[in-house]
């Protein structure tokens, strides 16, 4: 009897471990986007290398070899947001992915595909 009740215990634990488990899946195509799928769409400045966010409304730019962000351009870049490039990358941070960027796109002058949209494969 003590030999089923064990038994009977184990069976009904497992049983309630299997609740517990989380299940990981895709979400399904339709779906929006979310964590390593979503695309953040920017606008690059290829003549001094600054990124526009239109969903969050911030900045990036390079500023003497370091990312700087903010909700507003310094005065002294301004002048260099015309002839911007529509690209999707695979971060929030377009930063992390510069390189992949200037090689597609250029820096430090204007890319004659302007208003390019772009689908990163990262």
Known sequence: ???IRTILSAIALSAAAAWLVPVFADPPPH???HGYRAKHGYIYYP???????PQSSVW??????NWRV??????SYQPFTRGGISIELGS???YTEHGYVVEHYG???KHKHSKNNHKNKH
């Open 70 to 75: 903010g909700a507003n351009l310094p005065v």
């Open 31 to 33: 779906a929006p986007a």
């Open 60 to 65: 990036f730019w390079l500023d003497g070899g």
């Open 47 to 53: 003549e001094r290398e600054i990124y526009y966010s």
């Open 107 to 109: 820096k430090g002058r």
């Open 92 to 94: 929030d941070r377009p």
């Open 1 to 3: 009897m003590k030999r």
